[in-house]
C-alpha cells in the first residue's frame, strides 16, 4: 500500500485578505508579501499537493507568483469554475471560509483528476509578470477610452473639452505601454536569429511597421511551397519548444496568453507580407524599416520608423542594411527527409 494521501488546500482571494483552508488549518492572512509568505511556510509544513486559488482581478498574482516560488504546485481557476463545482457540490452559500472549505475541495478534485496537469497554472517569470501586467493594464486604458469617448454625443461644450482632455492623455498612456510591449518583443526575437544560424541559414530583420518584427529568410528560386511551409511550421513549432513561457507557434488568440506568436503562416502559397521601406496603413504611416540585427536592441517598437524619420534614417544610411541579400541563395532540401 502507498502512503497516506497528502493533503490539498484552497485559497480564497480578496483585495485585502487571503482566507487558506488547508486540513484543520483555517488562519485569514494579509494579502501582502508577508501574507504570501506565511501562506507558503504553513503549506510547505503541510506537505499540500494542490492549491487551487480562484482568479480575482489581479488580487492573487502576488500570492500565485509566491508560491510558485516556493516550488508550490498551484492551479488557478475562473470563477465561473469554481461557482459550477460548488453548485455541484450543493453549495449555495458565499461566506469567505466556505468559499475557501470549496475551494480546498475542488483542490481535492483536480489533483486526482486525470486530465490533473491541464490545470496547473504555468511558472511565470519576471519577464512574463511584467508583461502580462503590461497587457492587463492595456486593456483596462483601452476600456476607459471607449467609455470616454461614449460619453461625448451627450456631453455640453464644457464637460466635452474634459472628455477630449482624458482621451488624449489615455491615448498618451497606450502609446507608451504598446512601445514597452514592443521593446519587450523585439528582445525576445534574438532567440530565432540564433536557431535559425544553429541550422546553418542567414537571416534579416526589418520593423514591420505594426506590433512586431519580420524575420526573412532568403531562399533560392526554386524551393518548392510543400517544403517552405512545413520548414516555417516546424521552425516555430521550435521556437515554442525551446522557450514555452515565451513563445507559441498556435495562431489561436486564446492560446497566446501574452505569449510571442511566431507567425509561420506568411510562408504558404498566396500569402502576402509587407515589403521593405512600405508605408503602412495606420496612424503616422509607420514604415516596414530594414535593420541591421545589431541595431535591433536600439529599436522600441516594431513602428519605430514613420514616413518622417524613415527619410531621415535613409539619407544616413552608407549602405543597405540589408546589403548581399541578393546574393544569399540558401537551399532547403536537407531538411526534406
Known sequence: MGGAQRLN???????????????????????????????????????????????TGGYERGLVCALQGAEIVVARVNPRQARDF?????????????????LRDYADVLARHQDRAKFITPLMDEERQVLAALMTRRRQLVDMRVAESQRMEHANARALKSIRSVVKMLDRQIAEIDRDIDDHMDRHFKPQRKLLDSVGLESFVRTSGGKGLHVVVPLKPGCDWDLV????????????????????????????????????LRNGRGATSVASFSLRARPGAPVAMPLRWEELGKVKSGTAFDIKSALARISRLRKHPWAGIERVKQDLSRWSQ
Open 9 to 55: 488546500a484552497g485559497i480564497d482571494v480578496s483585495k485585502q485578505h487571503l482566507d487558506v483552508c488547508c486540513g484543520t488549518e483555517e488562519p485569514r492572512l494579509a494579502n501582502d508579501a508577508q501574507g504570501w509568505d506565511a501562506a507558503a511556510a504553513m503549506l510547505l509544513r503541510a506537505n499540500v499537493d494542490l492549491v487551487v486559488v480562484e482568479a
Open 229 to 264: 511551409k512545413p520548414f516555417a511550421h516546424a521552425f516555430a513549432d521550435g521556437m515554442a519548444k525551446v522557450d514555452p513561457l515565451k513563445y507559441v507557434s498556435t495562431s489561436s488568440k486564446r492560446f497566446r496568453n501574452n505569449k510571442i506568436f511566431v507567425d509561420y
Open 86 to 102: 460548488a453548485k455541484s457540490m450543493g453549495v449555495l452559500a458565499k461566506t469567505d471560509s466556505l468559499d475557501a472549505h470549496t
